[in-house]
Each structure stands twice: as C-alpha cells, then as structure tokens.
C-alpha cells in the first residue's frame, strides 16, 4: 500500500532539489554590486516613503475579505460556465441558487454598512 | 371498601402533603400545616390498617402475598441471558405487600405517625415549621415505597428519596455548619453504599433478567444456581455493601452520629425507627439469594457483629444523650445483621419491630429531656430529673429496660431470638454469639449509664436552667406513652416456644424466608436453651449493676476508671479516631486531587504564570509541603506524592493558549505512540 | 450525468428549512429597527418549528440521497430531533438574555439556526468530506456565538480560544480523512466498511487515520486530554450560548462518532476499543476530580459536561445496539438537564453575568422557593438521581456496560457518579441550607424562560418517570447501525 506513494515521494523531493538547485545556482554565480537604490523596496518604480509597518483602518480588512468572497464566487462560474450545456436546467437552477444566496449575504452586508469607508 | 387495590394511596398521602408544604406552605398557619401534614400520614397509616387486615383475610395458599402493578416503567426490550436464554426486563411500578412489607409498612405509618404528631410540640417554636413537615412527608413517601416497592429499581428510588430527604432534615438547623456538614456527609456516604447497590443490580439484571422480588425469589429457590454461586455471591455483597451504607454498618457507619445534628423528632423517625433499617429489609427481602451465598451471609454475620460491640464500646463513655443513643442505634443495627447473617432473617425482622419502637422512644424522649432543659443536651449537665418530667422518665425506663433485654419486655424477646440463633442455627457459632451477649452486657451498662445520668442523683443542672424545667405538652407525651406501651408489648407477638409461646410472628413471616436450600436448624434442648437465656438476662444484670454502682450508687467512681483507663479512654471518646482517619485517608486525598486538577483556574484573563512567579511559588510550595511532610508524619506523604505528581499538569493549565495546543498535540503524540507501538 | 430527484431534496428538508430561515433572518436583520429584534427570535423558533414539521416528511422517505453522501435513516432524524429541541430551548432562554445584556442582534438567531444545520448534516452524512463540511458549518457559527458578548473581554477570548483550537482539531480530523482516502480510495462510510473488512487491514496507517479523526471528534467531545478549552470557554461564552455548545456539537460529534467507530471502521474492533476506553476512564475522573473545587458555577458546569461526555464514551464503548440506544437515550437527558440548567444560569446572573458563583445563589430557596426547585431539579438529574433523566441515562449505558463485560469500567464510572453528587450538592446546600439574601433572587424570569425551563423539567421526568417512548424512540434509531 505505502509504495504506492514512492512517487510522490520522489516527486516532493525533485521539486526541493530543485528549488534549491535554482536559487543557490542565481545566489552563487550571480554577480553582487548593492547600492543604495538597489536595496530599496520596489514599489512600481516610486521611492518608498515612511514606514511600512502602518496602521490600517479595519475597513480595509473587511473590504479585502469581501473581496475574496466575492472572488471565489467568480472563480465558481468557470468550471460551471464550461459545463453548463450538459448539465442543462439543473445546472441553471444550481447555479441560481447559489448567487442567490450570494446575493443575500451581499444585500446583509451593504445594508450593514459594511462597504462604506467611512461611517 | 377495597384497601388493597388502592395501596398506592398509602405512600400518595403524605407525598400530597409534602407538596403542599413546600409550595405553599409558606402562607399557611402553623395550624393548618399540622392539621394537613400529620393528618395526610394519619389516613396513610389507617389505609395500611386496612390493608394489613385485608391481607390477613386474604386464601392462605396465595403465601399472603398482594402485588399491584400501575404501568411499565422501564420497558428495555429482550436480551440474553449469561446462560443464553431470552429474556425481557421489564421494570414496573408496582407495589408488593407480603408479610415482611406489612411489617415494614405498618411501622412506618404506626411509628411515624406518632413522631408526625409528637413534632407538633416540639417544632412548635421553631423557625421554618412548614418545611420541616414538608420534608417529614417526604420522607415517609420515600420510605414507603421503598417498602412496598415490588422490585429492586423501585426500591431504590425510595432508597435515594430516603437518602434526599434525610438530607435535608440533617441540615434542617443551616445556620449551624455542622449540621449541613453532617448533611452533606451523610449523603456522601450514603452514595458510595449506593453506588454497590446499583451495581448489584445490575448484575441482577445480566443474571436474571429481571428486578421484580418474585420472579427472582422464585428463581433462586428453583435450584437453577447452586449453593456458593459465584456471581450470585458477588449479587449479594454488593447489595450488603448498600445496606450497610444505609444502615451505618462498619466501615460506612460514620454519618450516623453526626445526623444527631438534626431535629431530635427526625432522629427518632430516620435514624433510629425506620430509614437505617432500611438495609436490613433489603438484605432480608434478598433472603432467597443469600442463601445462595454462604460466603455474603458470613460477611454479613461478621460485619454486623463486629458493629454490634464496636459502636457498644464507643457508646460507654460519650456524653452528648444523643450520641449515646445513635451508637446505640448502630450496634442494634449490627445484631439485626448478625440475625440476618446466620439465615435468622425473620428474627432479625423482629428485633428490627420492637427496636423501632424503643429506639424511638428512647430518642423522643430524650428529645423531651432536650426540650425540658431549654436545649442541653450533654449529660453532664442534667440528673435528677425523675420528679420532675414523671411522663418522660416512666416511659424512658420502660425503653431502657427493652433494650437491654430485661425479661418479659419486646427487647427480651427479639434479642434472645438472635442470640439463640447466633448459637444454634448452623450458620452460626459461638463466636458470634458470645460477641452478642457481651454487647447484650454492654448495651444495659451504657443505657442505664444514660438513665442514671440524666434522672438519678443529684442535679447538676445550672441554676437558670433549672427554673424552667417542665414537662413537655400532651402532644408530645402522648405520644411517648403509645410507644411507651409497644415497648413494652410488642415482643408478645413473638412469644417463643421456649416460654410457652408459639412465635406467632415467626410463623406469620415464613412463607418469606422458606427456603430448601436453607440448611435446617441443628437439634438442641429446651434446657440448653432457656439455659443460655438465663444466662443473657445475666449478663444485662451485670451491665445494669455495673451502671447502677458507679453512676447511681457512687458517682464518683466513674471519672477514676476513666482516668484509670487513661488512652483506652481517651480512644472510646473519641470514637477510635475513625473519623480523623477517614479525613486523612479519602476525604484529604480527593480534595488535593481535585484542586490540583483544578489548579487551571489560576485565572484565566490574566493568563499564564511568568517564569519568576512560579518558580517562587514553586520553591514556596515545595517548602510549605516539606513542613507538613516534615510535622504531619506518614499521611502527608502521599499529598506531597499527589501534588508533586499534578504539578505538570498545574504548568500546562495556564489559561495559556499555546500551552493547550501543545497540551492536544501530547495527546496526539501519546495515542499514536501507544497505537504504533502496542499492535 | 447528474441527476437530481425529488426524494433527494426531501431527505434534506430540515437542513434546507433551517438554512432558508436562517439566511431570512440574517437578511432581515438590518431592516428590522432595534426595538423590533425580538421578532427575529420569534422567527428562529418558527424556523426550528417548520423544520420539526418538515422532518416528519423526511421521516416518511428514508433512505440515501445525493450518491450515498446522506442518509435519511432514523439515526438520522432522532438526532435531528435532538438539536430542534435544543436550538429551540436556546432560543427561548436568548431572547430575554440578550434583550437585558444589551446584544439584542438578529445574527445571533441566524447563527444558532445555521450552526443547528451543520449538526443535522453531521448527523446524516455517511460520507467523510460530508461529515467534514456540517462540521465546519456548525464550528464556525459556534466560533462567532461564543464571542457574542462583544464589550465582554472573557467573551472574547473564550471565542479565539475556541476558534484557534477548534481549528487546530479540525485539521487533525481532516488530515485522518486525508489518510483514509488514501488508503481506500474512498471517503464513503459504507465503502469503507467494505475495504476494511478485516482487522488484518488495520495497518499502521489506518491506525494512524483512526487515531486523527479520533482526535478531531474528541475536541468537540471535550474528551481528555482534548478538554483543555473546555472551561475556559464555557465559562467566557454568554450562557445561553454555553448551553448551545455543551450539547449540539457534543451529540454532533458523538453521532459521527457512532456512525464511524461502529460503521465505517466496525471492523477495527480491539483497536478502537482501547482508545474509547482509556478516553472514558480518564474523562470522567479528571472531570469530576477538577469540578469538585469550582467555586463558578458555569465552569462547574463545564467539568460536569466533561464528566458526562465520559459516562456516555463509556456507552460507545460498550457498543452494540444496547449501547447505541443507551447513549441516544443519554444524550436527549443531557440535552434536557444541561440545557435548562445553563438557561436558568444565564438568567439568574443579571446583566453582564456578574452572579455566576456559588455564592450568589445562597438562600435562593428562600425566596424563590419555585426557581431554586427547578434548578436542584437540574442538579439532581445531573447527578443522577433516580426518577430523573439523569439516572435512568446511567442506567442504561451501565447496563449496556455490564452487557459487554466492562466491569471495571462500569465500576470506576459508579465511584465517579458518587463523587459528582458531592460538587453537584455544594449548589443545593447554596440554595437550601445557607441564609442569606442574593441579588439573584430578584430577577425576572420572563415567561419565554419560563416555557424553555418547564419544558426542560417535564422533559427531565417524562424520561425518568415514563420513557417508554423516548426508550423505544433510542432503541429505533440505533437499527441503521451495523451491530
């Protein structure tokens, strides 16, 4: 039975050796000339300013975890997009259903006031 | 009118009472608390009349045996036996009256009804007067259907109701911290005899897949398991263990003396007449199986022989009237064992009648004393009260003199039937029975010690006291002289043959205890016999003078035996340490165990435990516990084990979030390793 | 090709009830004024009542639905039963709860009635991923409730306590999943029973999948050494929420424990009958042992439940359709007993739970002769008194013990009912044998608490008087289970 799993085995030990191998390989023969500018955080090409390590407002946390939510509903119609004709009304409805309740959690959270950034 | 097909109604009566009381008694007037509380048991007394006389008249082949069934309780489907056959346990509500539970029944209804009645006077003054007789209702709900239950798990509700109920009238004086103590330890106590019980039952279940007294009596005697059955033995230990928890057998006797802190009415009535005899009825309701079990009925004969002189000895030399008479109470209830114990079950059953009613007697009229002397109740502090409370002094006699055997009153009787037993039945020796007529001796030593003390010489009564000494009102001397009369008359029931008599009693409960695996009585003459009784009757004469010239004659004797006797003394008065060891042994042991388990409460907001501070209360601890270690000798050593041993369970319990997941990711480790390794 | 049939849907119907009025609820919730809330209460419990009605539908087309994932059996329903009664016993004693602690919101209710689904499809799902998604629906909704006390700093850190550990048990169960479908290839509790038939296929790596998912289940089981959050936890959360969590996810957990332990994996045999029984012993002692010195009556409680959980592992662990029944039956008890004594907790502390010691209550007999009966009610049938639920629930699973030869553990079990009577008494001596004048005694009990507790009383000695019913109800349900 655990033979059944040497491959993957070997395979989680190929991905390491050569992670490693790839990284070690850059670090080793690349050529190293730091200045002041080259080690500093890259920011779309704009000179970082003040700390990074600010406080956020909590909204920001909410609005990015819905985000995600809302997100992941997306990725959903994908697969179901490309299966829909043979799943027909059922795979309709399924998917109806879904967004409905979606939908739900999206009217609870807006009348909340949870979306707006400043209360 | 048809007693018999509503015997519900004697155990319903009080049960009513008992919720009027509760609910609403608060609202209701001293007057109507007792017209309703003691009339309720009164009409439960005359409906048990009725029964007993309807039982009497009932066809002689049906044994006098009436069984009533209400509804199935637990209905729990068939299952197979040890021994492979179907069976269903099927629990029922109902009731038995044979005649051990008329017996039974009529002196609970008979005796506490009186008590109902004599507690009119004496909790008159008293605070909280419904609840009192709300409590006392229930009781004698509980304990009726304890008597008339006609299986084991009804029996046991009753048992446990009993137990609730003697609870709450231990405690009844809250404010006293004894009391609840003395409560909450008797309780306790009672448990872990209950615990046994239930066990047992359940074996009985497994083994004959039902609980009903009948159908199991009949299997036993059927010859379906032979004498000295082992799982049938184990049955019967296991039930002796409950009765003895119930009925203060050693080791579990402990809770009794200190339920005097109660009411004295409700140490008449529970611990003394009727709850404590409980485990003698349960022990000869089984009488079928424990002739079965020769090895249980010898722990049985042992056990309740060795009570018998055990709290005899204690009772010499206490001085509280009421912890004379609970010792008392406790070594009587030892010679109803060893009656039990040598296959004597309806001689036991006797002695149990006629103890209930000088027991009784003895407790409310020591109550009457009580009352007499505004609440004194040490009997240093009373004599010379014969002039002045006759009533209470002419029935405390009476009772005195039945229980210690003196000729021709109830005690004589039921005692001198054990004691015969003891010597000839041949599940009996001399051993035994010279234990029995030494306790015989001993019992008219301390109870005439009491007597003397308390209305003999001269008065030591302070002098405040003493203006106000009174005998008590009618409702409570009434009733003193009704048991008065059963103390002395209740032993002719069971006149034996020996005098002449025809032991109606005995023969009245055979068809109970007939049994063709009991082995018959050997052959012994009527010389050998009425020898042996003169020679009992002896030895209570000796006991009594013994008491008579040290405490009446010569009072001065007394304190220089006892200082003669020095660390014996000492060692009765304190009852052999028996509690002080029990303390160190269980009690302690659990108490660390559980705060050391406990330990995690540190706190829970404030979290962990920094490295500074514990190590500081560490070392403090470790101090403190080498002291004790060091000062308190043996017994602390195995706290010092325990909490030695719980202190990395103290480190883990921080409230510390990390320290619980490592705590869990232990348990992984631990099963898996156990897992990988064992198999 | 999938396929969907009508009967598929009617096997859910409870779970589908209870969603639709939880999300209803949940939507309402911002549109209702505050002074209105109330009525979202009262809609949970209509939603719990539909759902009880949509279950006798359900009961009348038993069997599998969606591919074998569910199962619609009696086992099923009986405890689908048990956590309507529950979530409606909870919400009844919220309402006013929440009202005077100031939290009145609608979520709470959409919560309980969420959380209440998760457990149903825990219950009825015959399938490992299935069983893993109620548990995760019922985890979550419980996370958020134990912090529902928002201002209260012991509600909040009961609620990350809870959330952190739970999650950290719920991986373990997850990874033993991972492990049996790795083994068999199937995550289907009939398909397992199937591969595994013999106890020669127990290898280390089913040993090592039975002991995660053991693990995962004995979080929420409170089960030592898994108890660690146990009191931490039931002591922070709001009461009611408390008596929500000591029952539903511990009679969830232990119905897939059953469905697992004595279906799916029936064949390990001795190998998870060591593990239930070492578990049983040592919850019933280190729960009594540590309850006998709380001087907090809901972390008291808390190691009560603790105890508890062993009495009933004691029944699994005797097994059989005796045991099944025995432990069904114990579990409607417990959910009475517990339930009504949590809710009664609750009321009698006052706003922001300030009167939860022993303390608080002494003398209450005294002056609310009527409430300090109904809670010594609570206590006793905790303890096991005879005529109660509680004691005839020991009986039974003691009796089903005996059956099955588990004398020491029977044993053990009795010594420790003997200890728990001593802490469950020091709250009786409180009310009954001390003087004193409490605060609690003061509190209103409106008449929604009122109906939640008498419902929990008579339930309490409708079991212990005439469980016929009830008995032949338990004795049903453990049919589905392979014996």
């Not at chain 3, 201002?151 to 048990?169: P, V």
């Not at chain 3, 300030?354 to 608080?360: A, G, K, P, S, T």
Request: hydrophobic share 55%; net charge positive; charged share 10%.
């Amino acid at each position: 039975m655990a033979g059944l799993y040497i491959p993957v085995l070997l395979h989680f030990v190929a991905v390491v050796v050569l992670a490693s191998a790839l990284l070690g390989l850059s670090w080793w023969v690349g050529v190293k000339r730091p200045t002041r500018e080259k080690l500093s955080p890259y920011e779309c090409g704009i000179p970082p300013v003040g700390n990074a390590r600010e406080r956020f407002s909590v909204s920001f946390y909410l609005v990015g975890m819905l985000f995600i939510l809302f997100d992941v509903e997306a990725v959903f119609l994908y697969p179901w997009a490309v299966v829909f004709k043979s799943l027909k009304w059922f795979g309709f409805v399924e998917m109806f259903l879904y967004i409905a309740i979606l939908l739900a959690g999206y009217i609870y959270i807006w009348k909340k006031g949870a979306l707006e950034w400043t209360r | 009118m048809h007693f018999l097909n509503y015997i519900w109604l004697i155990p319903v009566l009080p049960v009513l009472g008992a919720a009027i009381q509760l609910l609403l008694g608060r609202r209701l007037s001293n007057k109507a608390v007792s017209a309703v509380s003691v009339g309720l048991p009164g009409l439960s007394f005359l409906w048990a009349l009725g029964c007993f006389f309807q039982l009497l008249s009932l066809p002689a082949q049906a044994n006098h045996t009436f069984t009533k069934v209400l509804y199935s309780w637990l209905p729990a489907g068939a299952f197979h036996l040890a021994d492979g056959s179907l069976a269903h346990l099927n629990v029922y509500v109902g009731f038995q009256l044979d005649p051990l539970s008329s017996v039974m029944m009529l002196v609970v209804t008979g005796v506490g009804f009186l008590i109902h009645v004599y507690s009119i006077g004496y909790m008159g003054h008293e605070g909280g007067y419904y609840r009192f007789f709300g409590y006392l209702n229930l009781f004698m709900f509980s304990m009726l259907v304890l008597v008339l239950a006609d299986n084991y798990l009804m029996m046991f509700v009753g048992w446990e109701g009993v137990g609730l109920s003697s609870y709450f009238l231990i405690g009844f004086y809250f404010h006293r911290k004894s009391a609840s103590d003395a409560g909450k330890k008797a309780f306790v106590v009672n448990r872990i005899g209950d615990a046994a019980f239930l066990l047992g039952m359940m074996l009985m279940a497994v083994t004959f897949g039902t609980l009903d007294f009948l159908p199991i009596t009949e299997a036993a005697r059927g010859g379906r398991f032979a004498v000295g059955d082992g799982v049938i033995t184990a049955i019967c230990i296991l039930l002796f263990i409950g009765a003895a928890g119930k009925s203060a057998q050693i080791p579990l006797y402990v809770w009794l003396p200190d339920a005097m802190e109660g009411p004295t009415p409700v140490s008449a009535l529970i611990h003394a007449a009727t709850m404590v005899t409980a485990g003698v009825y349960m022990v000869a309701r089984s009488n079928a199986l424990y002739v079965l079990a020769p090895t249980a009925l010898a722990l049985v004969g042992a056990i309740g022989a060795a009570t018998a002189i055990w709290a005899a000895s204690i009772g010499l030399v206490q001085n509280d009237i009421k912890r004379v008479l609970a010792y008392s109470t406790v070594s009587q209830l030892g010679y109803m064992f060893l009656a039990c114990g040598v296959g004597a079950f309806g001689a036991g059953i006797f002695h149990l009648m006629t103890h209930a009613f000088f027991k009784a007697l003895l407790f409310l009229g020591a109550g009457s004393v009580i009352h007499a002397l505004s609440g004194e109740q040490d009997l240093r502090k009373m004599g010379a009260l014969w002039r002045k409370i006759p009533t209470t002094a002419w029935t405390m006699l009476a009772a005195t003199l039945a229980i210690s055997g003196a000729p021709l009153l109830s005690g004589f009787f039921s005692k001198d039937e054990i004691l015969w037993q003891a010597f000839a039945s041949p599940y009996g020796n001399k051993l035994l029975w010279s234990v029995g007529v030494v306790t015989a001796g001993l019992t008219a030593f301390y109870m005439f010690r009491l007597f003397f003390l308390t209305f003999a010489g001269n008065s030591r009564v302070p002098h405040e006291v003493e203006q106000h000494i009174h005998e008590s009102p009618s409702s409570m001397t009434v009733p003193l002289i009704c048991l008065g009369l059963g103390a002395v008359g209740a032993g002719y029931v069971g006149w034996p043959k020996v005098l002449g008599g025809s032991n109606w009693f005995g023969r009245f409960l055979d068809p109970v205890f007939e049994n063709p695996a009991l082995r018959p009585a050997l052959q012994h003459t009527w010389n050998l016999e009425f020898g042996l009784m003169l020679l009992s009757v002896g030895v209570a004469l000796v006991g009594f003078f013994g008491a008579y010239r040290w405490y009446a004659k010569q009072p001065g004797i007394a304190e220089r035996v006892a200082a003669a006797a020095g660390a014996g003394y000492t060692l009765l008065l304190n009852k052999y340490y028996i509690d002080e060891l029990y303390d160190a042994l269980f009690v302690n042991r659990a108490k660390d165990l559980g705060s050391a388990l406990a330990a995690f409460d540190l706190g829970v907001v404030d979290g962990g435990v920094n490295g500074v501070g514990w190590s500081t209360r560490m070392s403090a601890e470790l101090s403190r516990l080498w002291d004790t270690w060091v000062i308190d000798g043996l017994v602390n050593v195995l706290a010092f084990v325990v909490k030695v041993l719980s202190y990395p369970a103290r480190v883990l319990q921080t409230g510390l979030l990390q320290s619980y997941a490592w705590f869990i990711t232990l348990g992984v480790f631990i099963f898996m390793v156990y897992y990988l390794i064992y198999f | 090709m999938i396929t969907l049939q009508t009967a598929d849907l009617v096997r859910i119907l409870p779970e589908i009830v209870l969603s639709i009025f939880g999300i209803l609820v949940m939507v309402l919730e911002p549109f209702v004024a505050a002074a209105q809330k109330k009525l979202l209460g009262w809609m949970a419990l209509l939603g719990v009542l539909a759902a009880a009605t949509a279950t006798v539908r359900t009961s009348f087309e038993p069997g599998l639905a969606f591919g074998g994932t569910i199962a619609a059996d009696e086992f099923s329903i009986y405890f689908i039963y048990l956590f309507l009664l529950t979530a409606g016993l909870v919400i009844l004693g919220s309402i006013d709860y929440l009202e005077r602690n100031h939290a009145q919101h609608g979520e709470f209710y959409a919560l309980v009635l969420l959380g209440t689904v998760g457990m149903c499809f825990m219950a009825a799902s015959t399938d490992l991923i299935m069983i893993f998604l109620g548990l995760e629906i019922s985890s979550i909704s419980t996370y958020i409730l134990a912090g529902f006390r928002r201002a209260d700093r012991l509600s909040n850190e009961a609620a990350l306590k809870y959330f952190l550990l739970g999650s950290f048990a719920t991986a373990f169960f997850l990874y033993g999943i991972a492990f049996v479908y790795g083994l068999t290839g199937t995550t289907n509790l009939l398909g397992l029973s199937a591969r595994l038939m013999e106890p020669s296929q127990w290898t280390t790596f089913a040993r090592v999948a039975l002991v995660l998912m053991f693990v995962g289940l004995a979080f929420k089981l409170s089960t030592v050494p898994f108890q660690v959050w146990t009191p931490d936890v039931y002591q922070g959360a709001p009461a009611p929420v408390t008596a929500f969590l000591s029952v539903g996810p511990k009679a969830a957990a232990f119905a897939v424990l059953l469905r697992l332990f004595l279906g799916g994996f029936a064949s390990a045999g001795t190998v998870s009958f060591w593990i239930l029984w070492i578990s049983a012993a040592l919850t019933m002692c280190l729960g009594n042992l540590a309850a006998l010195w709380q001087t907090n009556v809901k972390r008291l409680l808390a190691y009560s439940s603790i105890a508890h959980a062993g009495y009933i592992l004691v029944g699994v662990a005797a097994g059989g359709s005796r045991g099944i029944s025995a432990v069904l039956f114990y579990l409607v008890a417990y959910a009475l007993m517990n339930v009504g004594a949590f809710i009664m907790v609750a009321h009698l502390s006052g706003t922001g739970e300030r009167l939860v010691q022993i303390e608080d209550y002494t003398g209450l007999a005294f002056e609310r002769p009527g409430v300090a009966a109904c809670l010594a009610v609570f206590f006793l049938s905790l303890a096991g008194f005879p005529t109660t639920a509680g004691f005839l629930g020991k009986f039974y699973v003691f009796r089903a013990a005996i059956h099955s030869h588990l004398i020491g553990l029977t044993v053990l079990a009795l010594l420790n009912s003997v200890v728990s009577v001593y802490y469950y008494l020091r709250i009786v001596v409180a009310m009954y044998m001390r003087e004193g004048k409490t605060e609690a005694a003061t509190v209103e009990l409106p008449w929604p608490v009122r109906t939640a507790l008498a419902v929990s009383v008579l339930g309490i000695f409708y079991l212990g008087l005439a469980p016929k019913l009830p008995l032949g109800l338990s004795t049903l349900a453990a049919l589905p289970l392979p014996k």
